[in-house]
C-alpha cells in the first residue's frame, strides 16, 4: 500500500540553523500539505502546495518557513533560523483532494 | 476564528461502545474527518463527511449535522488497540480543493479489561 515517507525521523538542531525537512508524497496524489504537532497539543495546518505554489498558508507559516518541489517526487520544508518554539513533530500529508494521507513524521526538536 | 471543540479524555471498556462527539464554528465547511493518532505516531484516517447523516465502516461510524455543526465518532466492540486519540477536523474553504484541516484538540479513549 502506498505511503507518505519522511526523512529524517528525528532531528536536533542548534537554535538560529537551518533544517530541512524531506516528504516524499504518495505519487499520484495532487496536493502536499505540512503540519506540526507541539508536544501535548493539536496537530496545527502550516502550509498546503499545488500545482507547484503555495496555495494556502497560516499564520504560522512566516517569513522563516519556505517549501518547495525541487523533482517529482521529494517535498521540502525549511527552516532558515530555529526557534525553541519550532520543537515539534512536523507531519507531511498528501491526499487526491479527499482525505489526506499523513507521513510518520520528523521529531524536530531546537536547542 | 475556527473553534472545534472535543472532550478531552474518554474511558470505556472492551466490548463496548462508545461515542465522541465533535462541535465545530467555522469560516465555512467542506467536510469533517476523524483521524485515530496513537501516542508519537502520525494520523490515521478513520472517516469522512460531507453532507449530514451516519457513514458506517465496519466497527466505527460518523454522524454529521451541518446545521448543528456537530458531528461523533461511533466505535462499537471495543479493542485495547482502540486506545488512542481521536482528532476531529473540519475542511475549510479555500484558493483550492486541497485545502487545509483545522484540527481539534482530540479526545484521548483508554480502554481497559
Known amino acids: 500500500e502506498p505511503e507518505v515517507t519522511q526523512t529524517p525521523s528525528h532531528q536536533v538542531t542548534q537554535m538560529g540553523q537551518e533544517v530541512i525537512l524531506r516528504c516524499v508524497p504518495i505519487s499520484n496524489h495532487l496536493y502536499f500539505y505540512w503540519y506540526r504537532q507541539i508536544l501535548g497539543q493539536k496537530v496545527e495546518f502550516l502550509v498546503s502546495f499545488y500545482n507547484n505554489e503555495i496555495s494556502e498558508k497560516s499564520e504560522i507559516f512566516d517569513d522563516q518557513f519556505s517549501v518547495e518541489r525541487p523533482d517529482g517526487s521529494n517535498f521540502t520544508l525549511k527552516i532558515r533560523s530555529t526557534k525553541l518554539e519550532d520543537s515539534a513533530m512536523y507531519f507531511c500529508?498528501?491526499?487526491?483532494?479527499?482525505?489526506?494521507?499523513f507521513g510518520p513524521g520528523t521529531r524536530l526538536t531546537v536547542l | 476564528g475556527q473553534n472545534i471543540d472535543q472532550p478531552t479524555e474518554m474511558t470505556a471498556t472492551e466490548g463496548a461502545i462508545v461515542q465522541i462527539n465533535c462541535t465545530y464554528q467555522?469560516?465555512?465547511?467542506?467536510?469533517l474527518f476523524w483521524y485515530q493518532q496513537h501516542a508519537g505516531e502520525a494520523p490515521t484516517f478513520l472517516s469522512y463527511n460531507v453532507l449530514d447523516g451516519l457513514e458506517e465502516k465496519g466497527r466505527f461510524s460518523s454522524f454529521l449535522s451541518r446545521s448543528k455543526g456537530y458531528s461523533y465518532l461511533l466505535l462499537k466492540e471495543l479493542q485495547m488497540k482502540d486506545s488512542a486519540s481521536y482528532l476531529c477536523a473540519v475542511r475549510v474553504p479555500g484558493n483550492q480543493a486541497g485545502t487545509a484541516l483545522i484540527f481539534g484538540k482530540g479526545t484521548t479513549l483508554s480502554v481497559s479489561s
Open positions: 467555522t469560516s465555512g465547511f467542506n467536510g
Open positions: 500529508a498528501s491526499s487526491v483532494g479527499g482525505e489526506q494521507f
